[in-house]
Nanobody, 124 residues
Framework: QLQLVESGGGLVQPGGSLRLSCAAS????????IGWFRQAPGKEREGVSC????????NYADSVKGRFTISRDNTKNTVYLQMNSLKPEDTAVYYC?????????????????WGKGTLVTVSS
């Protein structure tokens, strides 16, 4: 079973940056679209960004477009989320998730595997 572990969360001031990592073990990520999701206190989980198997197709939630960048390094079996210009409303637990696809597409729905999350707090 694919295992995903997020890291890189923490406390950052508004306007600051963080880079989250999602590392996979036991299986290669080569055949999986990977998504980042977040859940703020008292709110439903929402999709943040998604990247295709090969990394050439990405999409973003409107709330993070232009500030967040998703990328992947399949040689390291790791996906990243670079978060810049952070705002207090970005505060949430961030999860990565994987879905197997036989073709290259970035549709992060009905995910197969989930990590346990990493907390990002944006506060002065």
């Amino acid at each position: 079973q694919l295992q995903l572990v997020e890291s890189g969360g923490g406390l950052v001031q508004p306007g600051g940056s963080l880079r989250l990592s999602c590392a996979a073990s036991r299986f290669t990520l080569d055949y999986y679209a990977i998504g980042w999701f977040r859940q703020a206190p008292g709110k439903e989980r929402e999709g943040v960004s998604c990247i295709s198997r090969s990394g050439d197709i990405t999409n973003y939630a409107d709330s993070v477009k232009g500030r967040f960048t998703i990328s992947r390094d399949n040689t390291k079996n790791t996906v990243y989320l670079q978060m810049n210009s952070l705002k207090p409303e970005d505060t949430a637990v961030y999860y990565c998730a994987a879905r197997y696809y036989p073709t290259n597409q970035a549709m992060c729905v009905n995910m197969d595997y989930w990590g346990k999350g990493t907390l990002v707090t944006v506060s002065s």
